[in-house]
């Protein structure tokens, strides 16, 4: 899951267009009583719009806000963050997350910020932008909504209101101390899909019966009325978030959604971990970092 810094003022512009047509309107002979007036129209100055100031496909610097994905949870060890393997800022050279590829190497670690927290939900993320803005970010990644789609239940996920709410507060903050900042925002996954690529497997079904996202991946075997609208209910909260995420960052000039890319993604169980069957691999994580290359870089 993309300006530059100039503006153009329309003041002098305008200012001429007037003084033009003041000249033409004193130099005009009056018309001979009895002529016909002029037909012809004067014309109406029309306002110069400001452009808007193209996107740096090569930010200097990156901070990430978002939940247990960007903090590569569970990629490298059973119930862990593992931040060196994040998609967004890690060093791991066999991820080439996207700090890696825009910074390089040597200077990944003093301009990048893993702000994330395993757990979060969007309810979170103003806080988040708020540490994020005092950096002063050239971009900043986001990455949320799973969690608030994964409980215990599909009658405890956020309402699409709240998650509207949190989301236009979180630009809000970053823009009132960051407001240079451009703003990469990943589509929340696909829920559904992750349960079907691994319902038939009894090892992923074990796993799953210790409480991962049950919302989607409770009794997976179970393909009843009930069970299928549940899972229905949760993938449909999924694209109603991701819907949010893409109306309210088209209203930024400094935002870019990844059109869907991740949610689109085909997650399966190679490129999940080998411990919850759920959070991205290694592999997974660069996945994710390929995809949100791509679209930062787009011309």
Not at 26 to 31: G, K, L, Q, V
Not at 123 to 141: D, F, G, K, N, S
Not at 169 to 195: F, G, I, M, T
Request: proline content about 8%; some cysteine.
């Amino acid at each position: 899951m993309p300006y530059g810094r100039r503006r153009i003022r329309t003041a002098v512009v305008g200012a001429l267009l007037t003084v033009a047509a003041l000249a033409g309107c004193t130099a005009s002979p009056a018309p001979r009583t009895g002529a016909a007036p002029s037909a012809r129209p004067v014309p109406t100055p029309t306002p110069t719009p400001t452009p808007v100031s193209p996107w740096d496909a090569s930010p200097a610097s990156v901070a990430a806000v978002g939940d247990s994905i960007t903090r590569a949870f569970d990629a490298c060890s059973l119930l862990a963050d593992c931040p060196e393997a994040s998609w967004a800022t890690g060093t791991d050279p066999a991820v080439n997350s996207l700090a890696l590829r825009l910074l390089g190497a040597g200077r990944v670690a003093g301009n990048s910020w893993n702000l994330a927290r395993s757990g979060a939900r969007v309810a979170a993320l103003p806080e988040q932008m708020a540490r994020a803005a005092e950096r002063r970010p050239e971009l900043v990644t986001v990455m949320i909504g799973a969690n608030d789609a994964c409980r215990p239940t599909a009658a405890g996920m956020t309402p699409v209101a709240e998650f509207r709410r949190s989301f236009e507060a979180s630009l809000a903050r970053l823009r009132k101390d960051a407001p240079e900042a451009q703003v990469y925002v990943a589509s929340v996954p696909d829920l559904r899909r992750l349960w079907d690529s691994g319902r038939a497997s009894p090892v992923v079904r074990r796993v799953w019966e210790l409480g991962v996202c049950g919302a989607m991946l409770a009794d997976p075997e179970d393909l009843g009325a009930a069970a299928e609208r549940r899972r229905t209910a949760v993938r449909d909260r999924v694209v109603a978030y991701n819907g949010v995420l893409a109306e309210v960052c088209a209203k930024d000039a400094r935002c870019r959604y990844d059109g869907g890319a991740v949610f689109g993604f085909r997650f399966d169980q190679s490129l999940l971990s080998a411990w919850d069957r759920f959070h991205p691999s290694r592999d997974g994580q660069a996945r994710l970092a390929e995809l949100a290359y791509r679209r930062v870089t787009e011309e």
